[in-house]
């Protein structure tokens, strides 16, 4: 999957909690994450997958795209995913991924489950979660584990706590750098944003930590609280006066072939092949995202 169709924002909702789940469709998210795993008590999980596949249907329904946070623990990843209406669900988050044969082996049990549930092979993404040391150690093989693999996202506090420091710039930019130079070599989007996703008050603090998400090359951000989501909406789309830029240097390109030159000068800046990729790039996720 290329990282151009991806949506930018994915809103948890404890998949406990129809209340919380029938007021996530009006919040502006890409996708609503229905979570079994941080959100849901222990004791709560197998009344959590009970409820999964009417609230899947629910959502699907009023047209919103829907994943689902797996558990990390072989016994409730399994009964899980087993709970999964495949034909509802668009992408699977798998906590706490640490390598790539086990990425691997999860989806090909997807794949037998969309077989036995009658679904388009392939249909359903993974996007693993970068949660450890380990897991950042071994990200290369994680991201080409499958081609289900459609994005790596940043759990930064459960990642910062290993480390022992707080989830903040400073102890998460270097490894948002890494992700990017994995995810981008193979393919894919990284999610997330070097800062706290508990943060749902200072948004001005949380505008800078996308803002600086989005200039290193991430493509969109996880979101615990609506006022999160509205921020990322507007942090990871381009303003009109980037589109209008974008639009102009393809012009400016396709003329310059039919002249036959391969460089050229817009608003006194070179134009090469590399500006126009990234003009490209920018109306494509524009226009994926509308």
């Known amino acids: 999957m290329n990282n151009e169709n991806l949506p930018v924002s994915y809103l948890f909702v404890p998949a406990d909690q129809p209340k919380y789940i029938d007021k996530a469709v009006s919040k502006g998210a890409g996708v609503v994450i229905l979570d079994l795993e941080d959100s849901v008590p222990a004791a709560n999980k197998p009344a959590a997958r009970e409820l999964l596949k009417s609230q899947l249907s629910k959502l699907s329904d009023k047209g919103q795209t829907v994943a689902v946070r797996v558990n990390a623990e072989l016994i409730n990843l399994y009964e899980d995913i087993l ?136 493509a969109g951000a996880l979101c615990i609280h609506p006022k999160q989501v509205d921020e990322a909406n507007k942090v990871f789309s381009y303003s009109e006066e980037q589109l209008i830029w974008a639009s102009q240097v393809l012009e400016a390109m396709e003329k310059a072939e039919q002249e036959g030159l391969g460089v050229i000068k817009l608003n006194g800046k070179m134009i090469d092949v590399p500006v126009v990729s990234l003009a490209r790039k920018i109306l494509n996720r524009t226009n994926n995202a509308n």
């Open 83 to 218: 709970a999964i209406d495949l034909s509802k669900v668009s992408y699977i988050l798998l906590p706490k991924a640490e390598e790539g044969a086990v990425v691997q082996w999860i989806c090909e049990f997807i794949e037998t489950l969309e077989q036995h549930q009658g679904c388009q092979l392939g249909k359903v993404k993974l996007i693993p979660m970068v949660e450890s040391c380990l897991g950042l150690n071994n990200l290369r093989q994680i991201s080409k584990a499958s081609e289900r693999v459609c994005a790596i996202a940043l759990g930064s506090e459960d990642f910062a706590n290993e480390l022992g420091v707080q989830p903040t710039r400073e102890s998460l930019q270097g490894i948002c750098q890494q992700m990017i130079l994995a995810t981008t070599e193979a393919k894919i989007a990284a999610l997330g944003f070097p800062g706290s996703i508990a943060n749902i008050n200072d948004i001005t603090k949380l505008n800078s930590d996308l803002t600086l998400a989005k200039s290193m090359g991430f």
